[in-house]
Nanobody, 124 residues
Framework: QVQLVESGGGLVQAGVSLRLSCAAS????????VAWFRQAPGKEREFVAG????????SYADAVKGRFTISRDNAENTVYLQMNSLKPDDTAVYYC?????????????????WGQGTQVTVSS
């Protein structure tokens, strides 16, 4: 059974950093691209960052470019999202998703597996 479990969310003040983790089990992790998406109340889910299955390519939404960094540790079956200089607009539930042999695409429909999400709340 495939599981993606997000952790690391919380309530923080604007300007600080958080690191989210996405721990995978039940799949050959090194064959999967992983992406982070987020969904704020009343808004559609949006792409945040993605990393190719090999780790050789990353992509970011314009809103987070320069502040967020996605990385992976295939030995630990984990993908991380380092979030710096957080803003109230970053408040959302953050989800990780996995795509077999993917490139870390922005389109949510290509992802095969999804986690349950972790809440990030940034106060001003």
């Amino acid at each position: 059974q495939v599981q993606l479990v997000e952790s690391g969310g919380g309530l923080v003040q604007a300007g600080v950093s958080l690191r989210l983790s996405c721990a995978a089990s039940g799949l050959t992790f090194s064959r999967y691209a992983v992406a982070w998406f987020r969904q704020a109340p009343g808004k559609e889910r949006e792409f945040v960052a993605g990393i190719k299955y090999s780790g050789s390519r990353t992509s970011y939404a314009d809103a987070v470019k320069g502040r967020f960094t996605i990385s992976r540790d295939n030995a630990e079956n984990t993908v991380y999202l380092q979030m710096n200089s957080l803003k109230p607009d970053d408040t959302a539930v953050y989800y990780c998703a996995a795509d077999l042999y993917g490139l870390g695409a922005q389109q949510s429909h290509v992802y095969d597996y999804w986690g349950q999400g972790t809440q990030v709340t940034v106060s001003s």
